[in-house]
């Protein structure tokens, strides 16, 4: 997919923000909705969040689709789901923060994948994606005021 089109789609600081604890509470009311209403898909929440109208949503999902396999999708899914649904040591709900990172190619690991890292002392994990493109590092939001920083076009990998 062209730059052109990933300056239509949401990006690093979008994804990371709804998993940020500052969000936690709402994100996992919406998680809960879409797996009562049928099940959460890859790239949902994102969509949600950032009000993605039709349009957008199709280049969403044809992003996700076009760079991240079916395999990978679903490990994805079932982190979020375990840092939205986590609880604490006396069984109560806890939703804890998720960070992703884009690493490019990693050198202690196959070509592309995921890792995860629970981090217990900050109750987080740590989500490394690598051999996969990154999306804009920028909000969607931010660019739809029309702003266009300058390290997009660094983030801009394929």
Not at 15 to 23: A, L, M, P
Not at 74 to 97: C, Q, S, T, W
Request: proline content about 7%.
């Amino acid at each position: 997919m062209g730059l052109v089109f990933r300056k239509q789609i949401p990006g690093k600081a979008d994804i990371n923000e709804i998993f940020s604890k500052r969000y936690l509470p709402r994100t996992k009311r919406v998680y809960e909705k879409f797996v009562e209403s049928g099940g959460y898909h890859f790239g949902d929440l994102t969509a949600w969040y950032c009000g993605l109208d039709e349009k957008e949503r199709r280049l969403w999902e044809k992003e996700i689709d076009g760079y991240y396999p079916a395999d990978v999708q679903v490990e994805l899914v079932r982190v979020i789901g375990a840092a939205l649904l986590h609880k604490d040591e006396n069984g109560y709900p806890v939703p804890i923060p998720i960070t992703f990172i884009w690493n490019g190619k990693a050198t202690d690991a196959p070509p592309t994948g995921i890792r995860t890292t629970f981090n217990a002392s900050e109750q987080s994990y740590l989500v490394e994606v690598f051999g996969y493109p990154a999306p804009l590092g920028s909000s969607l939001f931010t660019r739809r005021l029309g702003k266009d920083p300058q390290e997009d076009a660094a983030t801009y990998e394929e």
